[in-house]
């Protein structure tokens, strides 16, 4: 399996829901990336996990909670979100979080805030 | 600050013409870079990267020190390189590496 897979591919939220977003990879990386993209727009950084363990978080609302359950999971658990962080959520992986390693993007989530 | 620069947003070229997508940074240190793509509905993927100096779908890029670029190439342009190309950096932070984006070029391939 070389391929990152994140559910679901669209999700529509109201203001006061909590959801969660799933992010899953079986090539052996042991780090782990959340983006956020705009439309039109190249992708933000938004959390690094290496190992498991959180590494970089790119002062991101609280509303935003990420999750390593595993070295094949992330989640990104969301609640109480704004209009504005309707956009499209990328999860990626590397072989490590170092030395330059190319990152696998997966399809992301559509994330649309009502 | 760690910057990348693509300068033109758009980029349109005829079938068979040499494309050259422009990329500039800015890095205390010695970078990595890399050429991200995404074919229209398709997930972003890794077209390049400068370390290890190959050529994938005919494209290659070069990285220039000097003048801090890392410009890519392709000498005849085919329809299906029609796509968003990105420049990105690998920035370390906190013992982890991050992607610095550029905003990204549309380059279309007309018949």
């Known amino acids: 399996d070389t391929e990152v897979t994140q559910t679901p591919k669209h999700l529509v939220m109201g203001m006061t829901n909590k959801k969660s977003l799933k992010c899953e990879q079986h090539?052996?990386?042991?780090?782990m990336y959340w983006y956020k993209q705009k439309a039109k727009k190249p992708p933000e950084l938004m959390f690094v996990y290496s190992y498991e363990k959180l590494s970089i978080n790119e002062s991101v609302p609280s509303r935003f909670s990420p999750e390593c359950p595993n070295s094949s999971l992330l989640n990104l658990h969301l609640h109480a979100l704004q209009p504005e962080d309707s956009a499209l959520y990328l999860c990626?992986?590397?072989?490590?979080?170092?030395?330059?390693?190319?990152?696998?993007f997966g399809d992301g989530t559509r994330l649309s805030i009502l | 600050a760690q910057r990348v620069t693509q300068p033109e947003k758009l980029l349109s070229v005829f079938k068979g013409a040499p494309v050259e997508l422009k990329c500039n940074y800015s890095?205390?240190?010695?970078?990595?870079l890399f050429w991200y793509v995404q074919y229209s509905r398709q997930r972003l993927q890794l077209l390049l990267r400068h370390i290890s100096r190959e050529s994938i779908k005919g494209f290659t890029a070069d990285l220039n020190k000097g003048e801090t670029s890392f410009h890519l190439k392709k000498p005849f342009a085919q329809e299906e390189d029609s796509a968003m190309y990105y420049c990105a950096l690998s920035n370390r932070q906190g013992g982890s590496e991050k992607l610095v984006f550029g905003k990204g070029t549309k380059l279309t391939v007309n018949p």
């Open positions: 890095y205390s240190g010695s970078p990595e």
């Open positions: 090539m052996g990386h042991r780090a």
């Open positions: 990626a992986s590397s072989l490590k979080a170092s030395e330059g390693q190319p990152q696998h």
